[in-house]
């Protein structure tokens, strides 16, 4: 499974403490194994353009959600990151 993000979602990525990108990189790990899992799919959004699955994630300092889509064949696109201070 090969995956490719957005400029949107590597501004926040590249920005983040290296506490918040280990909980991420864990996370993109995990999708990559098995995007087809209910975690993976925890939230769905729909808008004019498409829709996007949601993951959630916290950590001891900060909250999130990273949004991505599959796309045909074997590629996910890491849409965007959020990411908040608790």
């Given at each position: ?12 990525y590249?920005d983040?403490d290296?506490?918040?990108?280990a ?9 990559l ?25 916290t ?5 999130g959600?990273l ?8 590629e ?5 990151l959020?990411?908040r201070?608790?």
């Amino acid at each position: 499974m090969d995956f490719v993000f957005t400029e949107e979602f590597y501004a926040v990525y590249e920005d983040v403490d290296d506490d918040v990108v280990a909980i991420v990189d864990e996370v993109i790990r995990s999708l990559l194994l098995d995007h087809t899992s209910g975690w993976a799919r925890q939230g769905r959004i729909e808008g004019e353009e498409g829709g996007s699955w949601i993951i959630t994630m916290t950590g001891p300092d900060f909250e999130g959600a990273l949004y991505w889509e599959y796309r045909s064949g074997d590629e996910i696109v890491l849409l965007a990151l959020v990411v908040r201070d608790r």
